[in-house]
């Protein structure tokens, strides 16, 4: 399996920015195909946002759809996601998450076999 590390996540105001960025090591990364989700407190994990192998054919929540860009970088083995207009409900955990290249698109947590410890994503009003 491949192992992720999430770094990026902070403290921001409302219509503020962050890009988070996910390192990964072990298998190769270009195996994978990638996604992004969060988990705010009491609620259940989400899915946030999806990107090929071959940084193609992306896949976003309707909650973050013209906010959020994911991207990829497989020279530098890194994940991407740049979150603009930001809101108090973006508030949570955010993790990395990786499966198998060769698996069609999917948001459920379940489907993925590979994940960071997540990073704080905090946003005031």
């Known amino acids: 399996q491949v192992q992720l590390v999430e770094s990026g996540g902070g403290l921001v105001q409302a219509g503020g920015s962050l890009r988070l960025s996910c390192a990964a090591s072990?298998?190769?990364?270009?195996?994978?195909?990638m996604a992004w989700f969060r988990q705010a407190p009491g609620k259940e994990r989400e899915f946030v946002a999806y990107i090929t192998w071959l940084g193609g054919s992306p896949v976003y929540a309707d909650s973050v759809k013209g906010r959020f860009t994911i991207s990829r970088d497989n020279a530098k083995n890194t994940l991407y996601l740049q979150m603009n207009s930001l809101k108090p409900e973006d508030t949570a955990v955010y993790y990395c998450?990786?499966?198998?290249?060769?698996?069609?698109?999917?948001?459920?947590?379940?489907?993925?076999?590979?994940w960071g410890p997540g990073t704080q994503v905090t946003v005031s009003s």
């Open positions: 998450a990786a499966t198998e290249k060769w698996k069609l698109f999917t948001s459920t947590p379940t489907n993925y076999n590979s």
């Open positions: 072990g298998r190769t990364f270009s195996s994978y195909n």
